[in-house]
T-cell receptor, first 113, second 114 residues
Framework: EAGVAQSPRYKIIEKRQSVAFWCNPI?????LYWYQQILGQGPKLLIQ????????DSQLPKDRFSAERLKGVDSTLKIQPAKLEDSAVYLC???????????FGPGTRLLVL | KQEVTQIPAALSVPEGENLVLNCSFT??????LQWFRQDPGKGLTSLLL?????REQTSGRLNASLDKSSGRSTLYIAASQPGDSATYLC?????????????FGTGTLLAVQP
């Protein structure tokens, strides 16, 4: 069974630029999550999708972050414009249904200069 | 507001030792608690999931316990090996309706010396 795929693996941008991350969850998994992990901290949930609907985006900085999950499969997370404090690893995870074990991708490491 | 704390932040042990990692949380109203492993440059791997009604879970050399009333969980690793070196994270699932928000601790960085 293929795992959660993410791309790119690394990205370096300058502040005020925009960036997008892509996630392909495990086939058949209805629930998809995006987390932000700042160096030295645990991951923090940004947004949770159930199929293609948002069920929790309470911690997503909506003035600069946006996410979508078209057709209930792949998802993209966008930052526009980026700030220095957005430097982090962005992790995507999926689960068959909510409240079940989450499977994580390798993450995208973002550095904002 | 739920807060999750892990102690110690880092731990170094010689190969073969048994060890305990600690996790504490401030609000006992949790749906479940999970322990994850994170290797450098990689995502998280779920190790054990304990439902709120359970006291412990075991997988191989790993045993996790949960005491909701005191807001504590421990991860016991028996006969540690160099391959166990990684960051270990605990997370509580707040449950509740359609969402399952995981609140993570800051992790314990484990180094097992050969």
């Amino acid at each position: 069974e293929a795992g959660v795929a993410q791309s790119p693996r690394y990205k370096i941008i300058e502040k005020r630029q925009s960036v997008a991350f892509w996630c392909n969850p495990i086939s058949g998994h209805a629930t998809l999550y995006w987390y932000q992990q700042i160096l030295g901290q645990g991951p923090k949930l940004l947004i949770q999708f159930q199929n293609n609907g948002v069920v929790d985006d309470s911690q997503l900085p909506k003035d600069r972050f946006s996410a979508e999950r078209l057709k209930g499969v792949d998802s993209t997370l966008k930052i526009q414009p980026a700030k220095l404090e957005d430097s982090a690893v962005y992790l995507c995870a999926s689960s068959p249904r909510h409240q079940e074990t989450q499977y994580f991708g390798p993450g995208t490491r973002l550095l904002v200069l | 507001k739920q807060e999750v704390t892990q102690i110690p932040a880092a731990l170094s042990v010689p190969e073969g030792e048994n060890l305990v990692l600690n996790c504490s949380f401030t609000d006992s109203a949790i749906y479940n608690l999970q322990w994850f492993r994170q290797d450098p440059g990689k995502g998280l791997t779920s190790l054990l999931l304990i439902q709120s009604s359970q006291r412990e879970q075991t997988s191989g050399r790993l045993n996790a316990s949960l005491d909701k009333s005191s807001g504590r969980s421990t991860l016991y690793i028996a006969a540690s090996q160099p391959g166990d070196s990684a960051t270990y994270l605990c997370a509580v699932d707040l449950g509740g309706g359609a969402t399952n928000k995981l609140i993570f601790g800051t992790g314990t960085l484990l180094a097992v010396q050969p």
